[in-house]
């Protein structure tokens, strides 16, 4: 079966239906995030596009300069390293830096394992991400936490890194995958761990797990204004899972892209891309044309 453009086929009501589903107008929403836009968003124009650098992970470990070059060719903005960054050391992370300035791409982010944020990681996680320019170090996944008590201890590590990294004016971030959006208990852990951080905490919100595990995405987003300031832009498909390219699932993007935009506190967008039928290069290449056809 040939994929469908989600941009072709969703309605143009989508995002305000969903609005009013959830018992929110658009007026009163805009009205209610209008301060956190303002804070922590950017005009439409302005948002740029980067890349969740695990989607070419193989040519990464092969040529990360090599890479970083054939990825700011593409078109991408922005770049998210992801765990392996935090082997660097100051240095080598000073010669990535300075290529990233030649080529005019930026690291927003960094996407990090639990030692990153722990009282004895983070000292070198803040020395990192600061050469590299980053304000986010998002951690990428707490495992399997045991239960609601278990999700509010993931909760309370992020509130005490986020008192640690405040000083050096970076904040960290909770990347979800289906797990987090997967009730146990009568709760989504996601909701747990908004609910127990404070607002600098950035919700990173992962499209593709969010709708394979039933969730609504712009619902999400809606429900916590401010805080999805990173969005990574990977879809889904029934029967192909993640295989399918950006645009080529089933993830309603243009009403993401409102939610996110309109309140949401969006700063950048990545895509992210685990695998497809093309070589990795290729189908971030592929994932860019799709985002100029979707995101005008």
């Not at 929110?24 to 922590?40: K, M, N, Q, Y």
Request: aromatic share 8%; net charge neutral; hydrophobic share 40%.
């Amino acid at each position: 079966m040939p994929h469908q453009s989600v941009a072709a086929n969703e309605s143009a009501c989508y995002s305000l239906a969903m609005m009013s589903d959830h018992g929110v107008s658009r007026r009163s929403f805009l009205a209610a995030t209008g301060v956190a836009g303002l804070a922590f968003g950017a005009t439409a124009s302005t948002i740029p596009v980067g890349l969740e650098l695990y989607s070419v992970r193989d040519e990464l470990a092969k040529d990360t300069m090599a890479t970083l070059r054939a990825v700011a060719g593409d078109g991408y903005q922005v770049v998210e390293f992801y765990a392996p960054y935090y082997g660097w050391t100051a240095e080598y992370a000073r010669q990535v830096r300075k290529l990233m300035d030649s080529l005019g791409i930026r690291c927003n982010s960094t996407h990090n394992g639990g030692e990153s944020l722990a009282p004895e990681g983070i000292g070198k996680a803040i020395e990192l991400n600061g050469i590299l320019g980053a304000k986010y170090i998002v951690w990428a996944s707490a495992g399997k936490p045991n239960g609601i008590d278990g999700w509010k201890a993931v909760a309370a590590k992020l509130t005490a890194a986020a008192e640690k990294l405040k000083p050096a004016g970076m904040a960290p971030g909770y990347h979800n995958h289906q797990l987090e959006f997967t009730a146990i208990e009568g709760k989504r852990p996601i909701e747990v761990i908004a609910a127990n951080t404070p607002a600098d905490v950035m919700l990173q919100l992962d499209v593709g797990t969010c709708v394979e595990a039933g969730s609504d995405p712009v619902a999400w987003i809606l429900a916590n204004p401010g805080r999805i300031r990173s969005v990574h832009c990977k879809d889904w498909a029934p029967g192909e899972g993640y295989q399918v390219l950006f645009g080529e699932g089933v993830s309603p993007w243009p009403a993401i892209f409102r939610a996110a935009e309109n309140g949401g506190g969006v700063e950048y967008y990545l895509i992210e891309q685990e695998g497809s039928r093309f070589g990795s290069l290729e189908s971030t290449r592929r994932c860019m044309e799709n985002w100029k056809k979707i995101k005008r």
